[in-house]
Structure formats: structure tokens, C-alpha cells
């Protein structure tokens, strides 16, 4: 999806030529753009048998939509279990967790301002 949203749209060859080397198989790529297609979040143009691909769905839709399947997959849908995890395995530092609470009061009250 990522390289879909840089190159807004574009050919599996497209998708492979921006990918690390060693370069992918053809037919893996092609196989997960179809599946993102099933899914919704990409669709096609033909021309022939070739299609050129796009991305649907947002960068910020998509996100919202694999944290949400993330957190009910791996953490018993509890968002709390997340942030736990998070303490755990990150060990963050007090000015990291305060910055944090600092973002949770203000996406709770709405207030964009720093």
C-alpha cells in the first residue's frame, strides 16, 4: 500500500522496481495486490491483459482499519492491553509516557494546540 500511495498509481512492475533488492517474485506482488483489491483498499485499470493499479482508501483510513484489527486480533480488542505492551516492551522513559498522556488529553478534549 505504501508504495501505492507514493506512486499513486502504477503496474505490479512498478510496485516490484520500488521494492529492496532482492526484488520479490512477480507473481507474490501481483497476488497481494489482488487480495488489497478483494479487500477494497485498491482497484484497476485494464488496458488488455494488463492492469495499472490505485490506491481507494486513504493512508489514514487504511491505518485506522489495521490498528483496529491489530488491537482486536492481538490484544482482546482492549486498548489498554496495547498501551500496557507498549510500557513493557518499549521501556519507556517518564518524559516519553508524559508526552503520551499529554496527546491522549488531547485528542479526549479536542484541543489541537502544543
Not at 487480495?35 to 485494464?46: M, N
Not at 482499519?65 to 490484544?75: E, Q
Request: proline share 4%.
Amino acid at each position: 500500500m505504501q508504495i501505492l500511495w507514493d506512486i499513486k498509481r502504477g503496474f505490479v512492475k512498478d510496485v516490484i522496481d520500488r521494492m529492496g533488492e532482492p526484488a520479490p517474485p512477480y507473481n507474490t506482488i501481483s497476488s497481494l495486490i489482488r487480495i488489497l483489491e478483494k479487500k477494497g483498499f485498491v482497484d484497476h485499470k485494464a488496458y488488455g491483459k494488463t492492469h495499472e493499479y490505485f490506491p481507494l482508501i486513504s493512508k489514514l483510513s487504511y491505518r485506522s482499519f489495521t490498528f483496529r484489527n491489530f488491537v482486536a486480533n492481538y490484544f482482546d480488542g482492549a486498548s489498554g492491553n496495547v498501551l500496557s505492551f507498549m510500557l513493557e516492551e518499549r521501556d519507556l522513559s517518564a518524559e516519553e509516557i508524559e508526552e503520551a498522556i499529554k496527546q491522549i488529553k488531547q485528542t479526549k478534549t479536542g484541543d489541537d494546540t502544543k
